[in-house]
């Protein structure tokens, strides 16, 4: 590898990158010696001309996303070292060679070390996503490190970027094989099977960062009539079942959320008359349905893309939880999240205990949840924990 550039920061603005936050922002920056071009790897150094990192360019108010702090050029088998170590973790931590579950996070973002890349693996085919251009400029040996590293567990390579890509760097890029064939196919976690469909589904095909919270659903869900709301593949719903719930309702506003919700409910428990699916909008669900369920699973999408549209997706946070607290049974169990990554932990909590307060109900914390081990958060990239959870106990 070798910087195409030297981005030079304004004196003082080097502190963050000393401390390993691995984002250079667009107002730190002095000026830029070179021509670039977004996804070029540039240096970046302090105002005396020290080398403290390298990163890739790009459009926007994050300049500059770091992956390798230090003078020393990162050299050609840095992909390898560094996927070889994001699979140390899943093996270290049971993921990769599990025999309950074959489907995990390979790379997550900075939490890798890989800014701007997502990678996970299906039961042998790994789906990226790439969200930045200097990451998709390198993807081919990012094939390569993955073969490498994966070996014989390897069967192929899908790239879902086509959306996920800056659109202002226009570069077309297409969905698609960049290493052997696959079609959509069965995974399983934890014993529970789905069918996924990385090609058509969304995100890479499947909300893998639900995985133990689905695990922990389960235990409270014996005797309980269940709701779950944005329910997707239905992952929470048939966990339910698999904990001996009395019965379960799933809820998307996606007729082809329901189509799939109910293949992997039938999958699991073929003739259950437990499960019945719904479409339809979820607030409006949730406005009379008085006493009907005792535990309720809220995880819509992301309320908030950005910052600046906080304030907006803190009142929806609290408008759903409120209506949830209003219709939910006495003694009650719900299941809560946010996946915006511009919501800290904090202001989810105010959020829905503003909603508790608003519907009169006294509620207890029982556990307060986050993302998996195979999301891994950088300590120094506090934005890398995106998945917040509450499990509330309601009278």
Not at 93 to 105: E, I, P, Q, S
Request: hydrophobic share 40%; proline share 3%; glycine share 8%.
């Amino acid at each position: 590898m070798q910087p195409q550039a030297r981005v030079i920061l304004k004196k003082g603005k080097e502190e963050s990158l000393e401390r390993f936050h691995p984002w250079v922002f667009s107002g730190a920056i002095d000026r830029i010696d070179g021509t670039l071009e977004e996804g070029d790897l540039v240096s970046v150094q302090k105002s005396d001309g020290k080398i403290i990192a390298f990163g890739h360019c790009a459009i926007g108010s994050i300049a500059v996303r770091v992956f390798s702090f230090g003078e020393e050029v990162p050299a050609d088998s840095f992909w390898k070292h560094r996927i070889e170590q994001a699979y140390e973790l899943r093996q270290k931590t049971g993921l990769a060679d599990a025999t309950d579950t074959n489907v995990f996070r390979l790379i997550h973002g900075e939490g890798d070390g890989m800014p701007g890349l997502i990678a996970d693996y299906y039961n042998g085919t790994v789906v990226l996503q790439f969200h930045t251009v200097g990451m998709w400029l390198v993807r081919e040996a990012i094939v390569q490190a993955l073969r490498d590293v994966l070996g014989k567990k390897l069967v192929a390579v899908y790239d879902k970027s086509a959306k996920t890509l800056p659109f202002k760097a226009d570069i077309q890029a297409k969905d698609g094989y960049l290493f052997g064939k696959s079609s959509a196919g069965e995974v399983i976690e934890y014993g529970n099977k789905f069918k996924v469909d990385w090609e058509e589904g969304q995100k890479t095909g499947f909300f893998i960062d639900q995985r133990d919270n689905r695990r922990l659903l389960s235990e409270y869900a014996k005797g309980k009539d269940v709701l779950n709301m944005f329910c997707y593949t239905g992952g929470f719903s048939f966990s339910a079942m698999r904990g001996g719930a009395n019965l379960v309702h799933s809820v998307d506003s996606s007729a082809k959320a329901i189509e799939l919700t109910n293949r992997n409910v039938e999958l699991n428990f073929p003739g259950d008359t437990r499960h019945e699916a719904f479409v339809a909008d979820c607030f409006d669900y949730l406005q009379d349905i008085k006493d009907k369920y005792d535990l309720i699973i809220l995880d819509p999408p992301a309320f908030a893309k950005h910052r600046g549209a906080l304030s907006q997706a803190l009142q929806g946070y609290k408008r759903l939880n409120a209506n949830a607290f209003r219709q939910i049974k006495p003694g009650g169990i719900l299941f809560t999240f946010s996946c915006s990554q511009v919501v800290t932990r904090n202001n989810f909590r105010e959020a829905v205990f503003s909603a508790a307060a608003i519907a009169g109900r006294e509620v207890r914390i029982l556990h307060q949840l986050s993302q998996p081990v195979d999301h891994p958060i950088n300590i120094y990239h506090p934005e890398g924990e995106y998945l917040k959870g509450l499990v509330l106990f309601v009278t």
